[in-house]
Each structure stands twice: as structure tokens, then as C-alpha cells.
């Protein structure tokens, strides 16, 4: 027996050590694809030339609508015929799904948030964009181009797609009185009388939400911006959230899980978009949601073109479509965003959206002037806070370890 | 065995329990693949069959379905290939190391499939720059299903002895001859139920392909996993499960008849049925 | 030709042994535990700090993260605590039904329950846990059910974890210990019987120790299988286990999530090396 067991001791030390040998010779000689976009992240197009017939995007969730959902609402059939380009839609959950899927290299496009893009841009997945090949680019809102998350050094790196605020939704039999307040979901005295139903953003973006209302409750921590927070700011917010999660039922990632769970009472209160609001409220659920008096986080979404992109040209002529007025009066009413394109807004468009209403722009603050211009748009935390702390800010890495955290 | 009348019915009464047990959330499934609404209240509104002709107008379900069917035979291959390979090296030979290779067989099986999935997933894509597809999905399968046929082809060569095969070899057969002729047709029944065993495994695999699929590719499970959750696709999924469930009963019913000796079934089939649909 | 290679192999086992093995072995050894070596290397790279892509320097930042944090402490406790509560509900549940399978149901009767104990072992794991997320919904069946009692179910969390798991891993236990009552001879419980021994006693005495090992054995499966799960508890909770610390952190840091993976590997070894003393793998 023992010789047996001597024998097969050998047998798996030989067979160990040769499978890291293996490893090691693999990871020596194998590609180190990692290595070669960290140039400009790749050729700016000069020109757009014939579609190539295909094109694979990723997108937010109902951005890319193509008549599965709703057969009345589609703006990619029509793009299809026209340019020839079969569109091939991948819907991202979370700005991290979307870069890693932008990593792969498999795909040409992205609606990215300004969470991602200073990621995708630093990382050299995604190319500077010739904006003289998007005619329609010299409608957009000027509030919209040039921002620091969609450029460098005054070139864009994509073509606005639209903005919006994060709202807090409730379930209006449960959640009494109205609130307007993110104390709902924060105060343990709001928040417990929904235990087990308060929901929240499954994703590390969310910290800013917390240090947001730490903003306006725990003036004294001094937070100018929630993502730009030091040791003492970023475990504060950690701590708030830590002090959440006693009452969270379910954080949500997928959006249709999080209307399912609205629907059938899983989940009664928490952050949602507007999207989720607008499903719900056709379906005849009982729900309200509003822009609580602290503000709130947002997203400006820009559409980014791979630097590996298989189909430059027919993502050329994607972003100059998702940018035509009809398209984007279609989508910012079927979202509940505000439209990046200013003609959007005029009523010949509005009126033949999904959800027909000439004051849609109004109502969604489009020009920015009212709360739109104020909200706390995701961006990419850094270590450089921006202002006279100097690098102590926590970077992304920090909040994704502390979102982990959270969660417990 | 003697037991007392209450004995015997308390037996018999927690087993019919547990049996019960393990079948009402199917049927809960059923009622819902003929729910007349959308969502998941319970009791449904109404009865319908609408949603099965639905089903299979449902583009994204069917190619999902095809990609499962496409991997799967591929995966079974290898499988049968590789694990009939080593099951009669192990059988039918002595050697160092033997111990060891029942062991590495069935290692892909014993580590939790999160293991397998992210150690496959980082090869791919950090070191052998390979793009995942196909290949790569029915890479991760192949590994894990070559114990299901090991396990079974092992089992039914260590019962028949290797008596023939040597007579074989001293009449001045070939060793393809003596495998063709010999050795084949004993175990062939053993080779289909790991077959069918495997094909099942691989079909309804999710965990490591989760890790191993292409962003574009969605075996069937990866597409019922995406869609359960959109109100239009929901009862589609229903019915998909539906048929899922009632497609992996024939193969598992076959395979259990080939195996049919008791002792095979209980240690062979047992074990085969055990570990080797042990990957969900 | 045929007859050139009978001769190369007649009289040389270990070549024959050999070039079967070349196939299999060499899949396993250069594919599974190639990568699984790789896994452990890339548990020592890095991520860039503003593109976030991995970097292959080596640092052991990645286990000082999982051993200093306690997040991962204890996640890692609450899923191997889940797995033991799983394996022990799944015995319990298991024994009975596969006694009376063995040892009391009728032949034609038995290979019938085998069969209906089968099938739902086969019916997509993935359908068993989303049947479970609408049984356990707030609107689902299992409320509706408990309504008229005045309770309610438990809803989504930990406790869910817990109940679709057993469920969904019982025929995993099941199967192992049937084969296991089946494995022993009724001489044997005869024998106890005639020498006076009450029921229970022939239990305790004569039947635990002979099925313990094939209860070891489907335990490996139930434990395993719970220990790295990542979408039973994605649908039934938001807690956080440590396949679904796992899944989502590889999305944003390789390195760590490479990292973190090795903790299940070492509990699995663990376990099989202790199973593998109790006897288990002459049952598995």
C-alpha cells in the first residue's frame, strides 16, 4: 500500500510541476495583447467609406431597440436597410460590463458612461472620433462636447448620446407620504419601515450616491464632490452604506429584474432609471418617482468607436444615425433621458415618439438650465482630487474593493 | 429487512415527501409555461397554449438551441474519445501512476465550477490571446464530461474480463482489429450511456460557460439565464424550460435502461449519474 | 502495416498503456491543469491604476487584500457554513428515500424510483433555480400558500440560498446513498434481526457505518457544488458567497478574482483528502 502511495505521490508532484512548466511556457510566449493599445488607441477615420455589412454594439439597455421589445419601437430595422449594416446588439448591465466587453475587442461601439469612458480611453480601447464624418454632431447641445469625460486635450473621443438623472422610485400604496427626499433609502427611521424592499444600484458607482447625500446631511465631512473623496469622506460613505444594507432587499443590476421585482412587490423604494419608471407606469404599477431636493447622481452617454473596431464604417454611420433628430426625440421618450441632438426637441419629432409629448424636453430639462446642468454625472474616480488635497482621492480600484464590502 | 407496520409507513411516508419535494417547483413551471400573462403571479390569470407556438418562432431561443445542440455533440465526442482512451489504459493495464489518473479524471468534476470557469476564461483571453467561441465552450465541456464516459466504460471493462482481448492478440489479430471486433461491441452499451450522459451534462451546462462563451454566443441555458427577466420573453422561457426539462428525460432514461444491471446502476450508473451530471 | 505496429506493441504494455493515455492525459495535464496553473500565476498580477487592464508584474497584493480584508473572511465562512447546512438537509432528506428505495421497495419498484429520482436530477439546474425565484417571489406560490396559516415565506436571502440549494443537490445525495443500502447484503440486516436487534439498533449498529462512506461521497457533490455556486444566489439573494464575489469581481480586477479562486480549491482538497480517508472514493 504504502509503495502505491508513494508511486502516486510522484506521479502528482511530476504531473504539478509539469503543469506549471506549461502555464509559465504558455504565458511567456503567449500574446501579451495588453501591452500594444496604450498608443493613441488607434486611427482616427478620415473618411467613411461602403458599410461592411455588419456591426456589433454594446448598449444600455433600450437604446438599441430593434422591435423585439415593443414591435413600435425600432430605429435599427430602418438603419439596417439602409446602410446594409446588420446591427448585432450586446446589452451591458454595468459601465464594468461594458468595458470588459469592450476589452475583448469583439465589438465596434459602445454606449459609454462617464464612468467608462475615461477608462476605454486610458486603456486604449476606443480611437479619437472625426466628428466632421457625423453631420449631425454640429446640432448637439454645446453643454455636451468637449466635456472632460468625452475628450482630451480637445479631441473627441465620441458622439454624445444623451443624458439623465437617476430617480428614486417608490411604490406609491407602500411608501407613505410621498417622499422627496434620499433619506428614504438612507434615514434608518425612513428606510426601516421598508425593510427587506429597499433596493439599490448594484455596482461600485453607487458610493457617489451615499457621499452625495453625506453632501447635504454631514456638511462637516466637507464633500464638494462625491467623487472626489478622501480617506475620511470615502469610509463615511462606506459606513452609510454598510448602515443600508440592513434594509436592502435586492441591489439590482439587470433593469428588467428590477421592474419585475417592482411589479410584484418584491421591491418598494430605491434608485432606479427612468426607463424602468416609465415600464412600470404603462404597465399600470403604482409607482412615482421624482429628483430628490439633494440632487442627484446622473449619466451622459457618449457613443465610442473601438480602436479595434472590425466595422469603423458602418459605426460611423451608426453614430450619425442614433444622432438624427427623429431617432433621438424616439429614444430620450422611450428612455426618459434628455436628448444630446437640440432639433430633437422640436414638437414635429417629439410627437411621433413612443410616448408622444412636445413638452418631453421641458419636462427632461434637455438645455440643462434647471437641474439637469447640476447633476453629479458618473465619472471615473481618481487618486487626483482636483483641488488643493492633492492625490489622496480614492481611485476606482478603492471604491470597487469598498463596494465589495458593502455588500458583505 | 422486517419493519413494523408504523415503520414502514413513516418510510414510506417520508419518502413519498421528499419525492414530492423534488417535483413541485417543476410543476410549477409547467402551470406557468401555460399562464395566459406575462409576469409571475400566482394563480395566473388564465390558460394558454399561445406561448409554445411562440417558442419555436423565437429566433434567439432557437439559435441558442442550436449552439447547445452544436457543442454538446462536440463536446460528447471528445469526451467519448478521450475517456475510452484512458478507461482502457486504466482496466486493462497496470502501471505508475495509476491511482493518479482516476484522480485527474474526475478533478474537472470535483473543483467547484466557478475554479474551472475563471482558470479557463484567463488562459483564453490574458494568455493564449484566443478569442472565445465555440472552441473554447466546448474546450470547458469536453474536460469536465470525460469522467462521465471513463466512469462508465471502466466500470463495464472491469467486468468483462481481458481474457478475450489477449486471445485476440495470440490468434494474430491487429490491436485495431482486436479493438474493433473484440473490445468494442462488449462495451458499446456503456459507450452510449456515457454518450447520452455526457451530451445531457454538456447541454445544460451553465456555470463554466458562463465563463467560456463569446459575447455573442448563447448556449441555451446563457440565453434563458439573459431573457427570464424581460416581461416579452418570459413566458418564452417558460416553455423552454418546459421542453428542456422533457428532453433531458429520454437521454437520462435510455441511459439508465443500457446501464440496467442493478450493480452497475448503483455503482456505475450510480456514481456516472451522480458525479457526472454533477456539473450544472 | 496493421501488423508492423502489432509487433512494435505486443510484449511492451507500457507502450500500449502509453499511447492510450497520450490523448487523455495530455488534455487534462496541458488544457485543465495548465490552466489552473495559470490561474495561479495570474493570482499574483496586477491592474493597471487608471485603464484598469492587467498587468503581469508580480505582487502579492492580491492575498494580503483577501487575508487582511474581512469582507472576504467572511464570505468565505458564510459559504462553506451554507455548504455544511446544505450536505447535512440533503442527507437527512436523502435517507430515507433512498433506504426504502434499496431495501424495502419492490425490484419493478425500484427501478422506477431510481428513474423519477433521475430525471429531476437532469432538469437544467438553471430552471430549478428560476422556478424557485418566482416559488419564493412576493407574489409567488409560496406565499399565496402560506397566506391563509398567516405567515409568510421567507422572500429572498440567505435562508433561500439555503432552501434551493438542498433542493437542487438532493438527487446528487440521493443516488450515492442508495447505492450504497443497495451495496449492503440483506443477509447482513437479517442476521441483526435474528440476533435480536430492535430496528433502530440495526440502524445505529449495522447499517451507519456501511452507508457512511457512500454519504461522504455524495456529500463531496453537495459541498462542491454549493461552495462555488454564483446563480442560485444571484436569483434567490444579494448576498454575497463566493461564487458571486468571484463573478463579479473578475469583470473589474482579473488578478484578485484569479486570486480569490484558489481559496474553494484549497477547502476542495481539503475535503476530498479527508473523504478520500473515510472511505469515500471506493463508493464514488
Not at chain 3, 133 to 156: K, V
Request: proline share 5%; net charge negative.
Amino acid at each position: 500500500m504504502s509503495s502505491d502511495a508513494r508511486s502516486a505521490r510522484w506521479a502528482w508532484l511530476a504531473v504539478a510541476g509539469l503543469s506549471v512548466f506549461i502555464a509559465a511556457f504558455a504565458i511567456g510566449c503567449g500574446g501579451s495583447d495588453s501591452s500594444d493599445s496604450t498608443s493613441a488607441g488607434g486611427e482616427m477615420l478620415s473618411e467613411v467609406g461602403k458599410g461592411e455589412g455588419e456591426l456589433n454594439l454594446i448598449c444600455w439597455p433600450s437604446y438599441c431597440e430593434d422591435g423585439s421589445t415593443d414591435p413600435d419601437v425600432d430605429w435599427i430595422s430602418d438603419f439596417e436597410k439602409q446602410t446594409g449594416c446588420q446591427v448585432n446588439v450586446k446589452i451591458g448591465n454595468t459601465s464594468d460590463e461594458m468595458v470588459q466587453l469592450m476589452r475583448t475587442g469583439q465589438y465596434d461601439g459602445v454606449s459609454a458612461s462617464g464612468d467608462a469612458t475615461l477608462r476605454l480611453i486610458d486603456g486604449g480601447d476606443v480611437a479619437p472620433v472625426n466628428t466632421d464624418l457625423v453631420p449631425n454632431y454640429a446640432d448637439i447641445f454645446p453643454g455636451l462636447k468637449d466635456q472632460p469625460f468625452n475628450s482630451v486635450d480637445g479631441q473627441m473621443y465620441g458622439i454624445p448620446h444623451g443624458r439623465g438623472a437617476n430617480l428614486l422610485m417608490w411604490n406609491t400604496d407602500e411608501v407613505k407620504p410621498a417622499p422627496n427626499s434620499w433619506s428614504a433609502v438612507f434615514d434608518p427611521n425612513q428606510a426601516s419601515k421598508q425593510k427587506g424592499h429597499v433596493t439599490a444600484y448594484d455596482s461600485p458607482i453607487y458610493i457617489a450616491d451615499a457621499a452625495l447625500y453625506l453632501m447635504a446631511h454631514q456638511p462637516d465631512l466637507g464633500i464638494t464632490n462625491p467623487y472626489e473623496l478622501d480617506e475620511d469622506q470615502f469610509n463615511a460613505a462606506i459606513d452609510l452604506l454598510k448602515q443600508q444594507r440592513e434594509f436592502i432587499g435586492e441591489y439590482w443590476s439587470d433593469y428588467a429584474k428590477q421592474i419585475q421585482s417592482f411589479a410584484n412587490g418584491d421591491s418598494t423604494v430605491g434608485t432606479t432609471w427612468p426607463y424602468q419608471f416609465l415600464a412600470l407606469q404603462a404597465e399600470g404599477d403604482p409607482v412615482q418617482s421624482t429628483v430628490p431636493e439633494e440632487g442627484s447622481t446622473g449619466w451622459s452617454d457618449t457613443w465610442m468607436i473601438s480602436s479595434e473596431a472590425q466595422h469603423p464604417n458602418c459605426m460611423y454611420m451608426w453614430m450619425n444615425h442614433i444622432t438624427e433628430p427623429q431617432v433621438q426625440a424616439d429614444v430620450a421618450e422611450w428612455f426618459g433621458e434628455a436628448p444630446a441632438n437640440s432639433k430633437a426637441c422640436e414638437p414635429q419629432y417629439l410627437k411621433k415618439g413612443p410616448f408622444p409629448d412636445v413638452k418631453h424636453c421641458e419636462k427632461y430639462d434637455a438645455s440643462g438650465e434647471k437641474y439637469l446642468d447640476d447633476l453629479y454625472y458618473w465619472t471615473t474616480p481618481v487618486s487626483d482630487c482636483g483641488d488643493d488635497r492633492g492625490d489622496v482621492c480614492k481611485t476606482y480600484d478603492d471604491w470597487v474593493q469598498g463596494w465589495t464590502e458593502v455588500k458583505g | 429487512m422486517r419493519l413494523t407496520r408504523r415503520n414502514e409507513r413513516l418510510l414510506r411516508l417520508a419518502s413519498a415527501a421528499t419525492l414530492a419535494f423534488i417535483y413541485l417547483p417543476l410543476l410549477v413551471i409547467l402551470v406557468y409555461a401555460f399562464s395566459a400573462s406575462t409576469t409571475q403571479v400566482w394563480p395566473p390569470d388564465g390558460l394558454t397554449t399561445k406561448w409554445f407556438g411562440e417558442a419555436f418562432n423565437n429566433s434567439g431561443a432557437r439559435d441558442a438551441f442550436l449552439l447547445s445542440l452544436e457543442a454538446a455533440a462536440f463536446a460528447t465526442t471528445v469526451a467519448l474519445i478521450l475517456g475510452t482512451l484512458a478507461s482502457m489504459a486504466v482496466a486493462r493495464y497496470r502501471f505508475f501512476g495509476r491511482e493518479t489518473i482516476s484522480f485527474l479524471v474526475i478533478l474537472p468534476i470535483a473543483l467547484p465550477g466557478i475554479v474551472t470557469g475563471v482558470a479557463l476564461n484567463t488562459s483564453f483571453t490574458q494568455v493564449l490571446g484566443v478569442e472565445l467561441s465555440l472552441f473554447t465552450i466546448v474546450v470547458g465541456h469536453a474536460t469536465f464530461c470525460i469522467v462521465v464516459v471513463y466512469n462508465n466504460v471502466v466500470a463495464r471493462l472491469r467486468r468483462v474480463s481481458g481474457n478475450f482481448e489477449e486471445a485476440s492478440a495470440d490468434l494474430g489479430a491487429t490491436p485495431w482489429m482486436t479493438f474493433r471486433r473484440v473490445t468494442l461491441p462488449s462495451m458499446r452499451t456503456a459507450l452510449v450511456a456515457g454518450g447520452l450522459l455526457a451530451f445531457g451534462l454538456s447541454f445544460d451546462e451553465i456555470i463554466v460557460t458562463t465563463f467560456t462563451a463569446g459575447a455573442g454566443e448563447q448556449t441555451l441555458p446563457i440565453w434563458i439565464l439573459t431573457n427570464f427577466s424581460r416581461p416579452s420573453q418570459l413566458p418564452i422561457v417558460n416553455v423552454v424550460a418546459v421542453l428542456v426539462v422533457l428532453i433531458s428525460i429520454i437521454p437520462v432514461y435510455l441511459a439508465n435502461r443500457l446501464s440496467r444491471d442493478v450493480g452497475a446502476a448503483a455503482g456505475a450508473g450510480g456514481a456516472v449519474a451522480a458525479e457526472g451530471a454533477a456539473m450544472p | 502495416m496493421g501488423h508492423r505496429l502489432a509487433d512494435l506493441f505486443h510484449g511492451r504494455p507500457r507502450l500500449q498503456a502509453g499511447t492510450l493515455l497520450a490523448g487523455p492525459v495530455g488534455w487534462l495535464v496541458i488544457g485543465y491543469l495548465g490552466s489552473l496553473a495559470i490561474l495561479l500565476i495570474a493570482s499574483f498580477w496586477t491592474l493597471g491604476e487608471l485603464s484598469g487592464e492587467v498587468e503581469r508584474t508580480f505582487t502579492l497584493d492580491n492575498f494580503k487584500t483577501i487575508v487582511d480584508d474581512s469582507v472576504y473572511r467572511t464570505v468565505t465562512l458564510r459559504t462553506v457554513g451554507i455548504a455544511a447546512a446544505v450536505t447535512v438537509t440533503d442527507a437527512l432528506l436523502a435517507l430515507p428515500l433512498a433506504f426504502y428505495m434499496a431495501k424495502v421497495a419492490k425490484p419493478s419498484r425500484q427501478s422506477l424510483l431510481v428513474v423519477a429520482v433521475l430525471v429531476p436530477l437532469w432538469s437544467s439546474y438553471l430552471v430549478k433555480a428560476f422556478a424557485w425565484r418566482t416559488i419564493l417571489s412576493e407574489d409567488g406560490i409560496l406565499n399565496w400558500a402560506l397566506d391563509p396559516l398567516g405567515l409568510s415565506g421567507p422572500g429572498y436571502g440567505t435562508l433561500a440560498v439555503w432552501l434551493v440549494m438542498s433542493y437542487i443537490w438532493l438527487p446528487y445525495m440521493i443516488i450515492p446513498i442508495y447505492a450504497g443500502f443497495d451495496r449492503i447484503p440483506d443477509s447482513v440486516l437479517s442476521a441483526s434481526e435474528d440476533l435480536g436487534a430492535k430496528a433502530w439498533i440495526t440502524f445505529r449498529r449495522v447499517i451507519w457505518p456501511l452507508v457512511f462512506p457512500a454519504i461522504v461521497a455524495g456529500s463531496i457533490f453537495t459541498f462542491s457544488l454549493t461552495l462555488g455556486d454564483f446563480i442560485a444566489p444571484t436569483l434567490v439573494s444579494s448576498t454575497q458567497f463566493i461564487g458571486t464575489v468571484v463573478k463579479s469581481t473578475i469583470t473589474t480586477n482579473l488578478p484578485l478574482a484569479a486570486a480569490y479562486s484558489i481559496v474553494p480549491i484549497l477547502i476542495m482538497i481539503v475535503y476530498l483528502l479527508i473523504a478520500r480517508r473515510l472511505g469515500a472514493f471506493e463508493h464514488v
